[in-house]
């Protein structure tokens, strides 16, 4: 269905011949009389449930997740993958909790399916809880949490733009600064290392869509402290990379290479990405998780520079969650959606954004690479064209 906007000052409202069946639905759908009919009524009683179930759903979420952060903090997962299954009372001693607590924690986490019963009045993995289990990554990112739920306990607040708590904001400082290469050391560590390691997620998805070895030198643009470029060098034993991230980023970078045993192939470059001219001479740039940080008017300036510092037909590998994912909307939309605004900058973009962006910038052949989870990350590839870069706008 194509959007109906009204011209910016008209006053007519617009309509659409669908706007009265619909109203009608809605109607129908907000009545509590057609509610109470619709799950007595045996044939409709089963969507009446899952309906509820979803709207449910949406009002304890934040129950939900706050239950699972319980879980992490405890180390539960790890615990019970380790050790297998526990009763409550060897658990509530362990943690020096309550035993009523305990068992209320328990089975608060068997309803979500993150434990499940076990014989002997035991708690072992759930469906939802094994995959959690070891996952530094997940585990981070769920503590992690605690400053974006802090930006959102008043949602009008955050909305309006008058957030008093600016968690987010503070936790990501260059989305609120044009001048990042001045941001001290200390302000860059939290993020990095969260970013660090929750980059598995990333660098699963990205190096099963596309393997590297058909490559020379690898660029990765706003690399972080170089966890996916030591990913991709031990992916690729020919593959040279660069990592080129704010002065401090780059240096924690440097550091890791050194500790890997990597520095023979991996470099960090320090520098501002919108201003500074990139390292050139890659026939591969990545941009992971960098792109949707940033306005549009940032973007393209940065894909102009990647696509002036890529060899002539050289590959442009953008991934980072995309708006408007079959089966993964709540992702783009709504986590990334109210998560970037919390941190002042940036948008979750769809595929057909990022191609116009990519094409604005003068990269030619773009395809959607398929990755295995695209909730973790989709990803696209841009080829400059084989000609010299001249002329990039
Ligand atoms: C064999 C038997 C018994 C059954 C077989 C049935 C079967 C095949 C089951 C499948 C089991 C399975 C393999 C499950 C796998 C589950 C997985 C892989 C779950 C993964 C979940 C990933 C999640 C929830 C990822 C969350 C990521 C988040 C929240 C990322 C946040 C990122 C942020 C905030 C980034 C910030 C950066 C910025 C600022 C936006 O640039
Ligand atoms: C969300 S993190 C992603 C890091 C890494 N690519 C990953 O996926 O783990 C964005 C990265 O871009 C870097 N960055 C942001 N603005 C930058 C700029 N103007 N110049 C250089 N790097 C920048 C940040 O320091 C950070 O490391």
């Not at 981070?140 to 739920?149: K, N, R, T």
Request: aromatic residues 6%; hydrophobic residues 45%.
């Amino acid at each position: 269905m194509a959007r109906v906007d009204a011209p910016p000052g008209s006053a007519a409202p617009v309509t659409h011949w669908l706007d009265g069946p619909l109203a009608w639905r809605d109607r129908l759908l907000a009545s509590a009389a057609f509610r109470r009919w619709a799950q007595a009524f045996p044939l409709t009683r089963w969507l009446a449930r899952r309906r509820a179930a979803g709207v449910f759903d949406l009002v304890a979420g934040f129950v939900y997740s706050q239950v699972l952060l319980a879980c992490v903090q405890l180390r539960l997962f790890e615990l019970l993958l380790d050790e297998g299954p526990q009763s409550a009372s060897a658990l509530a001693g362990r943690w020096q909790l309550p035993l009523m607590s305990t068992e209320r924690l328990l089975r608060a986490a068997v309803a979500l399916k993150l434990l499940e019963h076990r014989p002997h009045d035991r708690y072992g993995l759930g469906p939802l809880g094994a995959p959690l289990a070891g996952d530094a990554g997940l585990a981070a990112m769920i503590e992690h949490h605690a400053a974006l739920y802090r930006d959102l306990a008043e949602p009008l607040a955050l909305l309006r733009g008058t957030t008093r708590d600016a968690g987010l904001a503070a936790y990501w400082p260059y989305a609120g600064t044009d001048a990042p290469q001045t941001l001290p050391a200390e302000r860059l560590k939290a993020y990095s290392d969260l970013m660090a390691a929750s980059q598995p997620l990333v660098a699963d998805q990205v190096l099963g869509a596309y393997p590297l070895r058909r490559h020379r030198r690898l660029l990765d643009v706003g690399g972080g402290n170089g966890a996916f470029a030591c990913r991709a060098a031990q992916s690729a034993p020919g593959l040279q990379v660069q990592v080129f991230d704010l002065p401090g980023v780059a240096a924690a970078a440097h550091q890791r290479f050194e500790q890997a045993g990597l520095s023979d192939r991996c470099t960090a470059v320090g520098g501002d990405f919108l201003h500074d001219p990139l390292p050139v001479g890659a026939d591969l740039v990545t941009l992971l998780r960098v792109v949707h940080d940033h306005d549009d008017a940032r973007v393209l300036r940065l894909l102009r520079a990647v696509r002036q510092a890529l060899v002539p037909g050289g590959s442009l590998l953008l991934a980072e969650p995309l708006a408007g994912t079959p089966g993964a909307e709540r992702m783009g939309d709504t986590y990334f959606g109210v998560y970037l605004l919390a941190m002042g900058r940036g948008e979750p973009r769809s595929e057909q954004r990022l191609r116009e962006l990519l094409a604005e910038a003068g990269f030619a052949r773009v395809r959607r690479l398929p990755t295995a989870l695209p909730l973790q990350a989709s990803a696209l590839l841009a080829k400059t064209p084989d000609t010299s870069n001249v002329n990039v706008g």
